[in-house]
């Protein structure tokens, strides 16, 4: 619910996909680190996931794996 109900519509179109693809697969330590990713600011999250700035090292792993599957899935 919180991949889909972000407050901007690109946030919400990028992690609702992103949720729909790949949090069944995902173990528990990726699913404690997306839902710390969650927890960040939509305007951060959207220029990571666009590449305009480079996400927090602890994130990269899981914003490469969100741009693969959320934001390029149509």
């Known amino acids: 619910m919180r991949s889909i109900r972000r407050g901007t519509k690109e946030m919400d ?4 996909r992103y949720a729909a693809a790949r949090l069944e697969s995902l173990s528990s ?4 680190l997306y839902e710390a990713f969650l927890e960040e600011n939509d305007q951060d999250l959207y220029q990571w996931v666009s590449g ?3 996400p927090p090292e602890r994130f990269r792993e899981l914003n490469d794996d969100i741009i693969r599957y959320g934001a390029a899935a149509k």
């Not at 179109?13 to 609702?16: D, E, G, P, R, T």
Request: net charge negative.
């Open 29 to 32: 330590e990726m699913l404690d």
């Open 13 to 16: 179109i990028v992690l609702s």
């Open 52 to 54: 305009q700035v480079a």
